[in-house]
Nanobody, 121 residues
Framework: VQLVESGGGLVQAGGSLRLSCAGS????????IGWFRQAPGKEREGVSC????????NYADSVKGRFTISSDIAKNTVYLQMNSLKPEDTAVYSC???????????????WGQGTQVTVSS
């Protein structure tokens, strides 16, 4: 199993980025993919998750209305569209695999290497 994130970068406040999480070695339909982020000196927090079996999604309150999670089965890829970015969104963003969406990071079995998102004010 491998997860590879991409799409991070430096953007000004109010800007947008789209992160990608490309998976291999598993059948996407059987799992959930979560996006997490960790800012310097802070604990890792859940951002969003998509359950492939029923398409259900969830979001942290801090990103609701600004971030959108989606998936492309043909490409075995999950995306995180991030709009109206704020400096407080600055963090390393990682995707992770589990059988279902959960707020417990310890439950996730596989993690990508992470991609840095920096939002300047």
């Amino acid at each position: 199993v491998q997860l590879v994130e991409s799409g991070g970068g430096l953007v000004q406040a109010g800007g947008s980025l789209r992160l990608s999480c490309a998976g291999s070695g598993f059948t996407f339909d059987d799992y959930a993919i979560g996006w997490f982020r960790q800012a310097p000196g802070k604990e890792r927090e859940g951002v969003s998750c998509i359950q492939r079996s029923d398409g259900s999604t969830n979001y942290a309150d801090s990103v609701k209305g600004r971030f959108t999670i989606s998936s492309d089965i043909a490409k075995n890829t999950v995306y995180l569209q991030m709009n109206s970015l704020k400096p407080e969104d600055t963090a390393v963003y990682s995707c992770a695999l589990h059988t279902h969406c959960s707020d417990h990071t310890d439950y996730y079995d596989y993690w990508g290497q992470g991609t840095q998102v920096t939002v300047s004010s």
